[in-house]
C-alpha cells in the first residue's frame, strides 16, 4: 500500500492566517492526489483534486501544489469556517489510501 | 446536484454481517461514475473499503477483500454494501461517495451524511 504522511498533525492559527500542511507518499503519485475537509459529525468535503485543481464551489483561498511524492495545501487569509481536519488522500493506486489528518485550530 | 443517503442497521452483533445500502437521487447511478464506500472508526482518520461501477465491476481494499462484497442496483439507482465476520474493529461511521469521474483522479465528489455501525452483542 501507498503510505500517506502528513504534517504537522494538529496546527494553531489565527483568522487572517496563511497556513501549509503537507503530504508525503511512499511512492511517487504523480499528481493522483486529493484533499478534503472534514467538520466533526459530517462527511469530508473535497477541496482539491489531481493535486492543484479546485473543486467547483471551494473559495479560492484554497490551493494545491506537488507532484511525485511531495505535495501542500495552502489556505491563504483564513476564515473561521476553516477550522477542521484537513486529509489528503493518493488516488493513484488501489487501495486508495488517505493520510491521518491535520487538525486546524483556533489560536 | 447527485445526493447520497447510507441506510441499515446501526448494531450489528460479533461474527454477524454488515449490510449498507446508498440511495442516490438526482443522478443516476448509471452514469459513468464509479461509486465508493470509505469508513472512518470513532476518533480516527479514513479507510478506504471499495469502489463499485454500474456494470459491477468492483474493486477492494486487499485488507478487507475476504469480507467485502458490493453490489449495484439499477432499477431502485442505489448501491450496497456487505461487510461479513464482523468484530469490534468494524465499529465505525460508513460513508457511501461518488467518485467525480471514470478514474479517482477527481476525488471523491458527493458524500452521504455517514451512518455509524456498532458491532456489540
Known amino acids: 500500500d501507498i503510505q500517506m504522511t502528513q504534517s504537522p498533525s494538529s496546527l494553531s492559527a489565527s483568522v487572517g492566517d496563511r497556513v501549509t500542511i503537507d503530504c508525503r507518499a511512499s511512492q511517487s503519485i504523480s499528481s493522483h492526489l486529493n484533499w478534503y475537509q472534514q467538520k466533526p459529525g459530517k462527511a469530508p468535503n473535497l477541496l482539491i483534486y489531481?493535486?492543484?485543481s479546485l473543486q467547483s464551489g471551494v473559495p479560492s483561498r484554497f490551493s494545491g501544489s506537488g507532484s511525485g511524492t511531495e505535495f501542500t495545501l495552502t489556505i491563504t487569509s483564513l476564515q473561521p469556517e476553516d477550522f477542521a481536519t484537513y486529509y489528503c488522500q493518493q488516488s493513484y493506486g488501489i487501495p486508495y489510501t488517505f493520510g491521518r489528518g491535520t487538525t486546524l485550530e483556533i489560536k | 446536484q447527485v445526493q447520497l443517503q447510507e441506510s441499515g442497521p446501526g448494531l450489528v452483533k460479533p461474527s454477524g454481517t454488515l449490510s449498507l445500502t446508498c440511495a442516490v437521487s438526482?443522478?443516476?447511478?448509471?452514469?459513468?461514475?464509479?461509486w465508493t464506500w470509505v469508513r472512518q472508526a470513532p476518533g480516527k482518520g479514513l479507510e478506504w473499503i471499495g469502489e463499485i461501477y454500474h456494470s459491477g465491476t468492483t474493486e477492494y481494499n486487499p485488507s478487507l477483500k475476504s469480507r467485502v462484497t458490493m453490489s449495484v442496483d439499477k432499477s431502485k439507482n442505489e448501491f450496497s454494501l456487505t461487510l461479513t465476520s464482523v468484530t469490534a474493529a468494524d465499529t465505525a461511521v460508513y460513508y457511501c461517495?461518488?467518485?467525480?469521474?471514470?478514474?479517482?483522479?477527481?476525488?471523491?465528489?458527493?458524500w452521504g451524511q455517514g451512518t455509524l455501525v456498532t458491532v456489540s452483542s
Open positions: 489531481a493535486a492543484s
Open positions: 438526482g443522478g443516476s447511478v448509471s452514469r459513468s461514475n464509479w
Open positions: 461517495a461518488r467518485i467525480g469521474g471514470i478514474t479517482a483522479t477527481t476525488g471523491f465528489d458527493s
